[in-house]
């Protein structure tokens, strides 16, 4: 069953195959409809937007779920998204959001995806999910004995507090009724990765090498910034991650989403079209394109000024990894005014030196400010966060060993 823009759920009523479909994943607890603002965006820029609704989903809120719902897996969805992605004659952009961006990384894993655009995204096998928000924002499906085979939802409370602590009330409670049960299989993969015996939710990154957009949000108390952070670096060679301080976990339908969007079509035009290659911010290029090993090797021996290794993009975070070894990696930062990093640590020390604008970092709750030419060490295991007081840019330093 698919969502249009139109509100059809009708697949047979979507319009003819065109080379730049963009394939919607939802998240936990919802259905196709949860992408109406991005499939009615994009479809108004020449984009056909497929919008499936995941196994047991398609049922009456108000309705108890399906008995089986408790016991289906990641890898059940991921067997039946694939199914449907190959009745394509091409391969689509796969976006997903939250569980969904998890299932998109599975996907693109397997070679089925033109790109990928990780909207606020589950972690695969490895990257720790389960932090004290996010356990708040679960903890009336995980504290039941039995979880992992029954069907689970979030009490209201939890999901206001969890993933729509940005949406206006009214429609918190208008989205809410619109929620069903959910995988408890599904949930316990996807947070307990370490004691599934099945490694559902493992994503092997070396075979996703087509481009990656992750999107984070700096007040996301389910899937916070740290953690979506962790998934872009799992795919450096290439991702693009950009975070938004202003926006939580319901990007898609948050006040202001559509500048979201705005950005997401932009990457498509500069990462995926041949044409508008010359147009590419030198910061995207080279870990868009997901051909290159690393920055080091293409610009070895050459006289460069590190700010102009990197561009700026309205309302967002960028990155670009120059170096990238097991001893230690240096990355540059662009950060457009007002953006930032939420408070997290690091097991290693970090130099940040500033090479353009004015930045205030947070360091185990001392304030400092920052100007072009200056840097500053962040302790290990420190409490640490950044914050653009203007447009700047910084190269961070680590060193693991």
């Known amino acids: 069953m698919y969502y249009s823009a139109q509100g059809d759920y009708n697949k047979n009523n979507c319009p003819k195959a065109m080379n730049n479909t963009i394939f919607m994943i939802h998240g936990m607890w919802s259905g ?33 779920p399906h008995p089986d719902l408790g016991t289906v897996s990641l890898l059940d969805y991921v067997s039946d998204l694939e199914n449907e992605i190959r009745k394509l004659d091409h391969q689509p952009i796969i976006m997903g959001h939250s569980m969904g961006g998890l299932l998109a990384q599975i996907l693109g ?48 409370g939890e999901a206001v507090y969890s993933t729509m602590n940005l949406l206006p009330p009214k429609e918190q409670k208008e989205t ?32 996703v090498t087509c481009p990656v957009l992750v999107i984070g949000g700096g007040q996301d108390r389910i899937m916070p910034a740290s953690v ?31 500048d979201i969007a705005e950005d997401i079509a932009h990457w498509f035009e500069t990462a995926l079209n041949g044409k508008n290659k010359d147009k590419q911010p030198r910061g995207e290029s080279d870990m868009a394109q997901g051909n290159k090993e690393a920055d080091a090797s293409t610009l070895a021996e050459q006289v ?43 097991p290693f020390d970090a130099l940040v030196h500033l090479l353009d604008g004015e930045a205030e970092i947070t360091i185990a709750g001392q304030r400092y400010r920052l100007r072009e030419g200056e840097m500053i060490i962040m302790p290990a295991n420190k409490p640490h966060a950044l914050k653009a007081i203007e447009n700047f840019k910084m190269l961070l330093v680590m060193i693991r060993s």
């Open 32 to 64: 196709g409809w949860y992408w109406e603002n991005y499939c009615q965006f994009f479809k108004d820029r020449g984009y056909r937007c497929l919008a499936p609704t995941l196994r047991l989903h398609d049922v009456d809120p108000k309705e108890p």
């Open 109 to 156: 894993s397997r070679g089925l995806a033109s790109a990928l655009v990780l909207l606020t995204p589950a972690p695969p096998g490895g990257i720790l999910a389960l932090k004290p928000s996010s356990l708040r924002g679960v903890w009336s499906c995980l504290t039941k004995w039995g979880f992992w085979r029954k069907p689970c939802r979030q009490t209201y």
């Open 176 to 207: 809410y009724d619109k929620l069903v049960f959910e995988s408890g299989r599904a949930a316990f993969e996807i947070g307990l990765w370490f004691l599934d015996r099945h490694r559902a939710s493992e994503v092997d990154a070396s075979r």
């Open 304 to 346: 460069l000024k590190m700010a102009d290794l990197i561009e700026y993009q309205e309302g967002s975070v960028v990155s670009r990894t120059i170096i990238e070894q097991k001893t230690g990696t240096l990355t540059l930062f662009a950060f457009a005014a007002g953006q930032g990093l939420s408070e997290h640590t690091a």
């Open 228 to 258: 979506v952070r962790k998934i872009a670096h799992r795919y450096q060679k290439v991702a693009t991650y950009r975070e938004y301080a202003d926006h939580a976990h319901k990007v898609i339908m948050e006040p202001g989403w559509q």
